[in-house]
């Protein structure tokens, strides 16, 4: 088996699974949208407040969001042994975790990009900054499901790591938070997003990069 | 280099080195910390602008430059326990992190109490600020990974990657003040370029920056030095150590 074959199985059994349980991957974006939902009613239901604080509500309940999934990635697998079969493989572990990455994005990241538009109606932002958001999400989640995929490489072995990983994922998620919802609010304001969406891409792509070799070392090291 | 450094993988010579280092650095720390403090503290002259209060300096910048000098050395540290699966070099992550995170929080607090004067607000979500504030989440991090495991080799290897990856922050810190141009001010001290700051100012700062890299290092040692005894407790050099250090402090006593 190649290492693309391997890639692909790797990736479509994670999927077969989602679709056979689809709580595990539904669940999150319902908390999503009831995180979303109780801002209007924290704050007020007035457009004017919600839309300049939609940006950023929208992006921190997709950090939670994706905090949520990140037990899913590895803990079935590491469970029931076939991740140590993966590290024993010939194939390179930092390829076929890279699987794991995109599964996790294609489940989480993904969904939220296709609800983008709902939640920006939910919360009125301004119609310029649709797309934007959207934008912002395909370009970010990437960037946020790599991240995901080391924090949850590195509390593998933990019982209670759930608390662990938001408290070693949230300040490594800042910059991406910082960056999206400046692009949101720059296009609400009707100013060019360029150069916010090009920085993001930038993350996305460095970290989606170098996360596999950061993930393979962690995988590793739980397995041991 | 490498006949030079490989005995040190081994934890009783280790031991041996930090136990002659630590006097000098202890010694020179306070030394050079007294006369960069009292100087700058006391003897310097006042700002034409700022009046005192730009004295802080004096311990914000040294606290903030080595709040990330310490990241980088726990990283370095981490990749050579990753790379050449050194358990002296694991064990100098605990020693490490919770001085860097002392001193970023000491560069956080004293950036505050100088704000309050200068911008009128304890704090705003100026550029370096946040970043400075995400190295003291980090090295939380660090530190809550790291006594998370059972076993402490897990542990410090799971830190170590931890910590390695945290690096993509220092030069967001450092250069935060030039991409964003927010309220915090640009670097006095360049490397290449004449310092925009007069002698008089420059040497007691040049002094505390020395200082602080010493207390820095000072402090490690010690916690390092604990860290040796304590995941060799077993050993007969521990016990051999534990048990001259207990004498002795019997005889002084008596």
Redesign the interface.
Known sequence: MTALQLWRSVLSKDLRLAARRRSDAINPLIFLLMVITLFPLGVGPGPDILARIAPGIIWVAALLATLLGVDRIFKDDYADGSLEQLCLLPQPLAFTVSAKMVSHWLLSGLPLVILSPLLALLLSLPGDAYAALSASLLLGTPALSALAA?GAS??L??QR?SA?VS??L???F??IL?FATSAVESAGMGMAVHGQLAILAAISVLTVTLAPL?VA??VR??V? | MWRWLHPYAKPEATYRLVDKMLPWFAGLTVISLLVGMVWGLAFAPADYQQGDSYRIIYIHVPAAIFSMGAYFGMAICGAIALIWQIKTAEWALPAIAPVGAAMTAIALFTGAIWGKPMWGTWWVWDARLTSELILLFLYIGVMALYAAFDDARTGAKAASILAIVGVVNLPIIHYSVEWWNTLHQGATITKFERPSIANSMLWPLLISLLGFMLLTATLVLMRYKNQLLKHELNRPWAQAELAQASSTSAEEKR
């Open positions: 080391i590195l509390t072995p933990l790591g662990l408290l070693i949230l300040p490594l800042i910059p910082i950061a070392a962690g090291m739980s041991n």
